[in-house]
């Protein structure tokens, strides 16, 4: 039988690095979201945010390892890197969020118990 999917097949022997590199990228995605939020939250210095990056980019890295290893297209290759741009942001994004709506419901509560 071949294979109807039209995705190449992986050989058997690629399915531990590949296994282990989809790991890393979970692994490094959850350091990276972790030092950002608790360096935001001040839970650690500020200057942890660099290790915190540090990991951004190991998880960008074994991304793109792991697009080679599974045989992705240049285009999903691409788009996967976008979206590891996009999660560069995205913490920081949330705490802008969250920092905003704090100030207008701070302002709301002022201007309720001045009246």
């Given amino acids: 039988m071949g294979n109807f999917t039209g995705w190449p097949e992986i050989a058997p022997d690629q399915f531990l690095p590949i296994f282990i590199v989809a ?31 540090l990991f951004w980019g190991l998880q960008t890295f074994s991304l793109y390892e792991l697009a080679i290893l599974i045989h992705s297209n240049r285009y999903t290759t691409k ?4 979206t590891m741009v996009a999660y560069l ?27």
């Fill in 23 to 53: 790991t890393l990228v979970l692994v490094f995605g959850v350091a990276y979201a972790a030092i950002i939020t608790l360096a935001k939250m001040g839970f650690f210095s500020k200057k942890w945010m660099p290790f915190g990056y």
């Fill in 79 to 82: 788009v996967l890197l976008v």
């Fill in 89 to 115: 942001f995205v913490p920081h994004l949330y705490f802008f969020l969250v920092s905003e709506s704090e100030k207008r419901y701070e302002q709301n509560d002022q201007n309720d118990t001045n009246h």
